[in-house]
């Protein structure tokens, strides 16, 4: 069955500190996104990636980095978090074989203090 | 660029009821719409897709209708279930760029009481 698996699935983190969110797909998907949810903003996208090895800026990239190191993973990186980064952040998996319907994991709900 | 205009904010009706939800998009090229409704707590499901060639989709009694003519891909219910309670998000996907993802509209939350 088609999955995209995040983790953490919560994380809190300090001002400054250094975040990373994973995320695995099990669907030979080429097509990788990450999105953060936000109310009065729906979902924004802020990197996605075309397959191993590519990473490029969507929407809102300023202050997140993206890597991606294999067809399965995908991971968002905060450098140096911040209150404002606070958010539910979602990855997604999808190519153009797939109905062009990405597939949305779980989430992860950060909370930066 | 693309953007995605949908109902603001809460609806809010009584079971049984129908329910329409507006989303009407911008767009250089043809695009592909989407809904997808997300319940509390989990992740964003794809509910409908529009099909190139002008069928009506339709899943779980939900139904849209793509109207190039006015850029219009309104999601509609005639009888709305406790179930429906959710969060609704129309999307749209460039036919010429689909790997750089979706561009969603903000979201229309609808709750269904009794």
């Known amino acids: 069955e088609a999955a995209v698996t995040q983790s953490p699935r919560n994380k809190v983190a300090v001002t400054g500190g250094k975040v990373t969110l994973s995320c695995n797909q099990t669907?030979?998907?080429?097509?990788m996104y990450w999105y953060r949810q936000d109310t009065g903003h729906g979902l924004r996208l802020i990197h996605y990636?075309?397959?191993?090895?590519?990473?490029e800026k969507g929407d809102i990239p300023d202050g997140y980095k993206a890597s991606r190191p294999s067809q399965e993973n995908f991971s968002l990186i905060l450098e140096l978090a911040t209150p404002s980064q606070t958010s539910v952040y979602f990855c997604?998996?999808?190519?153009?074989?797939?109905?062009?319907?990405?597939?949305f994991g779980e989430g992860t709900r950060l909370s930066v203090l | 660029g693309d953007s995605v205009t949908q109902t603001e904010g809460l609806v809010t009706l009584t079971e049984g009821l129908p329910v329409m939800l507006n989303c009407t998009y911008q767009s250089t090229y043809s695009p592909f719409l989407f809904w997808y409704v997300q319940h509390l707590n989990e992740a964003p499901k794809l509910l409908l897709k529009?099909?190139?060639?002008?069928k009506r989709p339709e899943h779980q009694g939900f139904h849209a209708t793509l109207h190039k003519s006015s850029s219009s891909f309104h999601l509609q219910k005639s009888s709305a279930q406790l179930s429906d309670s959710a969060l609704y998000y129309c999307a749209l996907s460039d036919r010429n760029n689909y790997a750089q993802g979706l561009t969603f509209g903000l979201g229309t939350r609808v709750s269904v009481f009794p």
């Open positions: 997604a998996s999808g190519d153009r074989g797939n109905n062009q319907a990405p597939l």
């Open positions: 990636s075309y397959g191993a090895g590519s990473t």
């Open positions: 529009s099909f190139t060639d002008n």
């Open positions: 669907n030979n998907h080429n097509n």
